[in-house]
């Protein structure tokens, strides 16, 4: 099973699934020969720049606190 | 035409299951990076210069040197230079290189060799800039938006809480106390000899 536990894997996996759906956009432009499938590509790209910015400072600061990178490490906030 | 696009999209696939699979976050991030290349030959292959462009600038460029830098905050201390000396052995490397090399390759060839586009041909930047700033001008400027927010909330999350001298001092002051049990005359003797 492949289940990632580090804040910082996590994050790049945000950023595969991001591309891919980026990916999807700009193929399907291509193959329509459509400008549209690269702007909305280009919206994702911002949305992830933006999100890794947030992603890392929380990041940072979850270190800071806890002294660990480990998601289950969080869990201590309950209902 | 055909074959660099199912050899880039080979070397985007592998890559990215190699990150996946990498216990090391640097590791990981290597692969990481060679697959944003990959997908961005990918991208060049099918008309899309613009954007291969930008997926190499922007992604593999900007978002990834963010990642190092944090991976570098938090993981070095003392024993930086050894675990520096530990990642540049070869078995390490050699990986994210080959991919890479049949990537640069591919480029070389296509930008002397091939013409971009795939079935219905490329997509000029001019088109792309007529519909981003025409229908979709809104999201331009929402976008700016997010940006603007991003920064705002990173700045936010990224502070460290300067302590103030009085709390600072204070704790100074109980810790010098306490190393020298507790006897308010001898406490802090040591001082000038470590503030310089």
Known sequence: MLVRRNLILVLMSLEVMLNAAGLAFVVAGARWHQADGQVVF?????????????????????????????????????? | MEL??????????????????????????????????G??????????????????????????VLFV?????????????????????PGIWIGPVLLAGILIIEVLYLVWG??????????????????????????VELASMLLLAGLVGAYHLGFRKAEKPEIQHGRDTHER?????????LAGTDRLARTP
């Open chain 2, 69 to 89: 830098f944090v991976v570098m905050m938090l993981n070095l201390g003392e024993h930086g230079a050894e675990l520096e000396k530990q990642w540049l052995t």
């Open chain 1, 42 to 79: 280009l919206f994702i790209l911002a949305m992830a720049a933006a999100e890794v910015a947030v992603g890392l400072a929380l990041v940072m600061q979850i270190y800071r606190r806890f002294k660990s990178l480990d998601v289950d490490a969080l869990s201590e906030m309950r209902g």
């Open chain 2, 177 to 185: 106390r306490a190393a020298a049990g507790g006897n308010l005359v």
């Open chain 2, 114 to 139: 091939g013409t971009a586009g795939l079935g219905t041909g490329a997509l000029e930047p001019k088109e792309v800039a007529i519909v981003l700033f025409g229908p979709y001008l809104i999201g």
């Open chain 2, 39 to 64: 997908v961005a030959v990918v991208f060049y292959t099918l008309g899309a210069p613009f954007v291969a462009a930008l997926e190499v600038i922007i992604y593999a460029g900007a978002i990834m």
């Open chain 2, 4 to 37: 660099a696009f199912y050899i880039a999209g080979a070397v985007a696939v592998i890559s990215t299951i190699l990150m996946l699979t990498r216990l090391n976050v640097v590791h990981a991030l290597l692969y990481l990076i060679v697959s944003l290349l």
